[in-house]
């Protein structure tokens, strides 16, 4: 799954012990399926992410002119007192809302055309933005202050616990001696992969046994030249059939991530839940969870040779680099985690419902 499937499970998982009925409308697939081990009543609904090849747009239109009706049954079946949509893409593909009925959105991108978010902000109750970044992009180009509400993304923090470093790396035959410097990313061009490997190359130049590890999907079959790039090289281990990134964290001294307007950072606070150093780039929602110096690292935005030197000094310097992870986890603890995310998002419910009962 993805940050927002991911961030949907965790959601339709938790608010039922607020005493929230839930029922999710998701594709046939992983999330689906999870939903389903998991006792949450789930309907199947076409996917209705856009294409990237052959008719592209025509095919997302024709998925979104087909989903309001299957969407339609579903609401007339469940009879929610509230429709959410966990994308602006799902509130696209929502019809027409039934009188009462609170609509909500997440808002998960800052790289979504504005057209469609004022189409969706015109019409529900209220935008959730994940970060500090979506909410200022929110107030400045798309709509009334009055109609947004900022409630951070969280995370699962029974999954991710600091764990056996040499038990991951024997896990995934990584050597037990050398440093293992990561990257956990699909192989999406903005993620800053070739940031990563740039950087990797000036970190061998100083420890020439280090070793890199990329997690990670090719999701559309267009990155060919890059699964080429990072099989030629000996000392950088891609992994691309993982979901359970918690078993592969411990066996990290650093995570690296260089992507540019990260919406939020769920993998950032993966791994400093599981006390595992990071350096990313201080850019979209990175700075809400990362305070520089103190429980993470924060470079300029494409900046190979700032990225290679943060963590050298980190690898240089492991009392710094546990003080950094000891923080890190603990931030986490405090302000990102699936639970308070759920009891926000549940205030937030509240209010709305009293507001349209007046």
Known sequence: MGGAQR?????????PSLAVEV????????LYDALQSAHVKVYAVTQIRATRRGLGLLTTLLKLTCSPWRIRRIIRDFKPDIIHANTIAAALAVGKIPKDTLFFAHVRDLRQPALAVRMVAKRCTH???????????LQKTICPTRKIRLIRNGIDVTRFIPGDKAEARNRFSLPQGAPVIGMIAHLIPWKGHDVFLAAAEKIQAKFPAAQFVIIGRDLFGEQTDWIRKIKSQDKVHWIHGLDETEKILPAFDVLVHPAKDEPFGRVVCEAMAMRVPVVAVRSGGIPDIIRDGINGI???????????????????????????????RKRVLRKFTKER??????????IARMSLEK
């Open 7 to 15: 961030s949907l499970y965790e959601l339709c998982t938790t608010l």
């Open 23 to 30: 029922a999710a409308a998701v594709p046939r697939g992983p």
């Open 127 to 137: 935008l959730i933005a994940i970060s500090n970044a979506i909410e200022t992009y």
């Open 298 to 328: 924060l470079v300029p935005e494409g900046d190979a040779s700032e990225i290679a030197e943060r963590v050298s000094a980190l690898l240089d310097n492991p009392e710094h680099a546990k003080k950094i992870a000891y923080a890190g």
């Open 341 to 350: 995310l759920a009891k926000k998002l549940r205030n937030v419910y509240d």
